[in-house]
């Protein structure tokens, strides 16, 4: 297990109204694996200390490490990394860990991603690390929100070309032109991403989501060990 490393902050870039990508230079970090997470410590003036998870957004870079953070009402540590902590400032990071919801360029075949809200961090990890492999092989994101102005990355995913396929599903508010009325995933979703015994498919999102999307998937006739799962909440 790594110990804690010293993180300053570089950079913020907002997602969405409570979405933030936090960019942290992490001397002599070690690498990490798309899909993989940090925990993150703060330290208060009076020793009070507090930790969270976070899912990096990227493959790895040199020294730096890029996070997602969504910052819930009320919450204790997020919103102030979202909104308060000052670049330049320094955190504690531990990491990378997880060993289980990764995925490398070296995992062969078809890839399907399947993200509820600010579960498209970690997936998009992996995204961006397939197109950097300049593979041909087909990967296909299904991506849930609410509505338009909570999806992250927007600017990226309408850029991805073949053989990327990107998915949106809006379940509050669809935009206007849009092929698919507003509502969750359901069956008819699924039908239109047939398996193969060698696609991969990683989901990631709050709890009740990702239980329904796996029980979606089970239904379509996927296997249980070509599933992965990360949830949060």
Sequence with gaps: MHGWR???LTGRTD???????????VPEWPGHLPGQHVDVRLTADDGYQAVRSYSLAAPADTDGIELG???PAG???SPYLA?????????EVKGPLGGWFVWTPQDRGPLLLIAGGSGIVPLMAMLRARLASASDESCTLVYSVRDPDEVWYATELDAAEDPVRVLRIYTRRAPQG????????TEGDVQGLPPSKDLRCYVCGPTGFVEHVS????AGGY????IRTERFG
């Design 75 to 77: 919450g204790e540590v």
């Design 215 to 218: 029980t979606l998937l089970l």
């Design 69 to 71: 953070v969504q910052a």
């Design 223 to 226: 296997a249980p060990h070509q």
């Design 83 to 91: 909104d308060t902590l000052p670049v330049g400032a320094a955190v």
């Design 6 to 8: 010293r993180a300053r």
């Design 15 to 25: 997602q969405t109204a409570t979405g933030r990508t936090l960019k942290f230079e």
């Design 178 to 185: 849009s092929e698919r009325s507003a509502g969750r995933m």
